[in-house]
């Protein structure tokens, strides 16, 4: 089945930690992205990569780091910096970052305390 | 900049009942629009993607339209059923800047048997 997998589902971290977030494809897309989704709000970009070894702040970069050493992985990392981690991340990817449709992940749910 | 706004927040119909829901843009210079399904704790799932040619879009009971001239789009349902019921979030893509992607904050649907 080709889709886009993210691990674990539910994480909890007490503050101060840093915590990586997994993010797998494997419908050879060229693009990929993280969201973050609060209550009431739309999703908001953290990060994209167009391509390996490359990627671009988003609009809420602040506290996260992404690396893209692999077509198929974009995992994302929560710093301590991050001043309000909870939230539900998703990852997505697409062919390519203009004419075509982006697939999402199931999420992964932090709760920092 | 680009704002998304989806009309109503909420809404609940009985069960068979043909429904419309709205997404407004306020920058018309789109490269598409892409409507989305998300339940409770889940991932988004694409419903329909209108590239920004393009008038409107059919998947079975669902249509999507879009007027960029008037910076909207509607996402019709036909004989609505309980399985329905979920959020359903529209999206912009940028034809500049990066191809960035806006979202807006949902509609959520609760189709009543």
């Known amino acids: 089945d080709g889709g886009i997998t993210q691990s674990p589902k539910y994480l909890f971290r007490k503050e101060g930690q840093n915590v990586t977030l997994s993010c797998e494809q494997n419908?050879?897309?060229?693009?990929m992205y993280w969201y973050r989704q609060d209550p009431g709000q739309g999703l908001r970009l953290i990060y994209y990569?167009?391509?390996?070894?490359?990627?671009q702040k988003g609009d809420i970069a602040e506290g996260y780091s992404v690396s893209r050493e692999k077509k198929e992985s974009f995992p994302l990392t929560v710093t301590s910096a991050q001043k309000n981690p909870t939230a539900f991340y998703l990852c997505?990817?697409?062919?390519?970052?203009?004419?075509?449709?982006?697939?999402f992940g199931p999420g992964t749910r932090l709760t920092v305390t | 900049k680009q704002e998304v706004t989806q009309i109503p927040a909420a809404l609940s119909v009985p069960e068979g009942e043909n429904l419309v829901l709205n997404c407004s843009f306020t920058?018309?210079?789109?490269?598409?629009l892409q409507w989305f399904r998300q339940d409770p704790g889940k991932g988004l799932t694409s419903l329909l993607l209108?590239?920004?040619?393009?008038r409107e879009q059919t998947s079975g009971r669902l249509n999507a339209s879009l007027d960029k001239s008037s910076g909207r789009s509607t996402l019709y349902i036909a004989a609505s059923q309980p399985g329905d019921s979920a959020t359903y979030l529209c999206?912009?893509?940028?034809?500049?800047?990066?191809?960035?992607?806006?979202f807006g904050a949902g509609t959520r649907l609760f189709v009543k048997a």
């Open positions: 997505a990817s697409s062919r390519d970052r203009g004419r075509y449709e982006q697939y």
């Open positions: 419908l050879n897309h060229d693009a």
């Open positions: 990569s167009q391509i390996v070894n490359d990627f």
């Open positions: 920058d018309s210079a789109i490269y598409n």
């Open positions: 209108i590239q920004s040619s393009q």
């Open positions: 999206a912009v893509r940028r034809n500049t800047g990066g191809f960035k992607t806006i």
